[in-house]
């Protein structure tokens, strides 16, 4: 059973910056391909960024230029990083596998909340 554990949230000014981490028991991050997502408030969860096994990295349309996902060379650990953050991006994050891989049992995410 894989487990994912988010971490790095925390309140930030619009404008800030944060860094966003993921940890997971076993090498999951070396074999597949993965990605960050996240829940709003009374919004459906939905992807925001993904790096492929072999590294590609693809990002959501409203983060690209401002979001970095990553992996350490080892590969256990994800993670992004964000930049120039907005009040929209105010949510829960999470990781998990991506690219229409079966995902594993969510993690409980970390909040991120942009606010003045």
């Known amino acids: 059973q894989v487990q994912l554990v988010e971490s790095g949230g925390a309140l930030v000014q619009p404008g800030g910056s944060l860094r966003l981490s993921c940890k997971a028991s076993?090498?999951?991050?070396?074999?597949?391909?993965v990605g960050w997502y996240r829940r709003a408030p009374g919004k459906q969860r939905e992807w925001v960024a993904g790096?492929?096994?072999?590294?590609?990295?693809n990002y959501e349309d409203s983060v690209k230029g401002r979001f970095t996902i990553s992996r350490d060379n080892a590969k256990t650990t994800l993670s992004l990083q964000m930049n120039s953050l907005k009040p929209e991006d105010t949510a829960v994050y999470y990781c998990n596998r991506a690219y229409g891989l079966t995902p594993y049992t969510w993690g409980q995410g970390t909040q991120v909340t942009v606010s003045s």
């Open positions: 076993g090498s999951i991050f070396r074999f597949n391909d």
């Open positions: 790096i492929t096994s072999a590294g590609s990295t």
